[in-house]
């Protein structure tokens, strides 16, 4: 039998709506973000199937970011825990994600929804068992926060071809440090 893997959602998690469209405006849609067609899930992986930032990942100066770092710095459930990196994903229409673990062991990851969604598009997150079977999903919706163990499986779906709009969202990472 294999163990319950839970989802922790929480909505409105910024809650300051010029905040993230400033970002979303500036740094996805203008290009200030500076990205690549690297994302591969994991290494052993030839094709990427999304963008991701190539910027330094643990500069947590540009104005979003750096809000939800503080944040998500406050949800950390260990002393011993810390956010390691961030980065951000971009999916076209068309692009799912691979299955993929952030970690080997258990750390929650904390996955943050930017962009302005409609729910007929589509860009669910599904996080999988060992044996790949899904078994929780969370819709994709703006200013949402999804808490997951990165020791999971887990992937994101692409936008429907009904969205003109990528699916971004910024990812953090944790780590467990020796205290």
């Known amino acids: 039998m294999s163990e319950e893997i839970i989802v922790h959602i929480i909505d409105d998690f910024i809650s300051d709506k010029n905040l993230l469209d400033s970002f979303?405006?500036?740094?996805?849609?203008?290009?200030?973000?500076?990205l690549t067609?690297?994302?591969?899930?994991?290494?052993?992986?030839?094709?990427?199937?999304?963008?991701?930032?190539?910027?330094?990942?643990?500069?947590?100066?540009?104005?979003?970011?750096?809000?939800?770092?503080?944040?998500?710095?406050?949800?950390?459930?260990?002393?011993?825990?810390?956010?390691?990196?961030?980065?951000?994903?971009?999916?076209?229409?068309?692009?799912?994600?691979?299955?993929?673990?952030?970690?080997?062991?258990?750390?929650?990851?904390y996955l943050y929804c930017v962009s302005p969604w409609k729910n007929d598009w589509g860009g669910e997150f599904i996080v999988y068992d060992e044996k790949k079977e899904a078994k929780a999903v969370a819709s994709y919706k703006q200013d949402r926060l999804i808490i997951f163990d990165g020791k999971?499986?887990?992937?994101?779906?692409?936008?429907?071809?009904?969205?003109?709009?990528?699916?971004?969202?910024?990812?953090f990472h944790t780590e467990i440090v020796e205290k």
């Not at 979303?24 to 500076?34: T, V």
């Not at 999971?152 to 990812?171: D, F, G, N």
């Open 24 to 34: 979303f405006e500036k740094y996805i849609m203008e290009g200030r973000l500076q």
């Open 152 to 171: 999971y499986p887990h992937r994101a779906t692409a936008p429907t071809r009904l969205s003109s709009l990528l699916r971004a969202t910024i990812a």
């Open 37 to 109: 067609f690297t994302n591969k899930g994991h290494a052993t992986e030839k094709q990427p199937h999304s963008f991701t930032s190539s910027l330094d990942r643990e500069n947590f100066n540009i104005p979003l970011i750096y809000e939800l770092y503080n944040k998500c710095n406050k949800l950390l459930p260990y002393s011993n825990t810390r956010i390691k990196r961030w980065h951000a994903n971009i999916y076209p229409s068309g692009f799912d994600g691979t299955i993929h673990v952030d970690k080997t062991y258990s750390t929650p990851t």
